[in-house]
T-cell receptor, first 111, second 115 residues
Framework: LAKTTQPISMDSYEGQEVNITCSHN???????ITWYQQFPSQGPRFIIQ???TKVTNEVASLFIPADRKSSTLSLPRVSLSDTAVYYC????????????FGSGTRLSIRP | DTGVSQDPRHKITKRGQNVTFRCDPI?????LYWYRQTLGQGPEFLTY????????KSRLLSDRFSAERPKGSFSTLEIQRTEQGDSAMYLC?????????????FGPGTRLTVT
């Protein structure tokens, strides 16, 4: 499984757009890029997944360049409730096996 | 609530005691996973089931740990002869394979404290 690297922490303010970049240089052809969010004392929650170009849902957008060696999670107009840890993961397509979590990015949103 | 549930939510035990945790996945999900998370770290994979079959176990899962999923429904994780290093949050997740989407639904976790 490809290793991912992301910033340990980020700070932003309410109403701003937040972009968290993740690098995954050894991503394989069958790998998907997946992001999870975790609030304190809760289990992680799936946010978004993509293979290439751009994916958007009601929560976030995911940008993946053509070489797929990095990806950027974009959170539009963050609020205090977006304060959480965000994990970037590489997941084998159609695999039932484990997810490898790194340490994630601790995002703090200030008023 | 039709999400993943775990019981108990908190468990305090003395070193050397056995503990058992239960996970009830989302009913139609055929895959079930156990993870362990310590403070400041991401969850670490322990084991997973497809229906009742245990398909993968991490090397983190020592002989003191055992997991079962009888009849492919709920699962239990037992830790025998607990040690202080077992103190952690134990998370359960479930998923249903569908096409190219890969999404695990996590429960709230069981926080274990070994004194």
């Amino acid at each position: 499984l490809a290793k991912t690297t992301q910033p340990i922490s980020m700070d932003s303010y309410e109403g701003q757009e937040v972009n968290i970049t993740c690098s995954h240089n050894n991503i394989a052809t069958n790998d998907y890029i997946t992001w999870y969010q975790q609030f304190p004392s809760q289990g992680p929650r799936f946010i978004i997944q993509g293979y290439k170009t751009k994916v958007t849902n009601e929560v976030a957008s995911l940008f993946i360049p053509a070489d797929r060696k990095s990806s950027t999670l974009s959170l539009p107009r963050v609020s205090l409730s977006d304060t959480a840890v965000y994990y970037c993961l590489v997941v084998i397509y159609s695999s039932a096996s484990k997810i490898i979590f790194g340490s994630g990015t601790r995002l703090s949103i200030r008023p | 609530d039709t999400g993943v549930s775990q019981d108990p939510r908190h468990k305090i035990t003395k070193r050397g005691q056995n503990v058992t945790f239960r996970c009830d996945p989302i009913s139609e999900h055929n895959r079930l996973y156990w993870y362990r998370q310590t403070l400041g770290q991401g969850p670490e994979f322990l084991t997973y089931f497809q229906n009742e079959a245990q398909l993968e176990k991490s090397r983190l899962l020592s002989d003191r740990f055992s997991a079962e999923r009888p009849k492919g429904s709920f699962s239990t994780l037992e830790i025998q002869r607990t040690e202080q290093g077992d103190s952690a949050m134990y998370l359960c997740a479930s998923s249903l394979e569908r096409g190219s989407s890969y999404e695990q639904y996590f429960g709230p976790g069981t926080r274990l404290t070994v004194t």
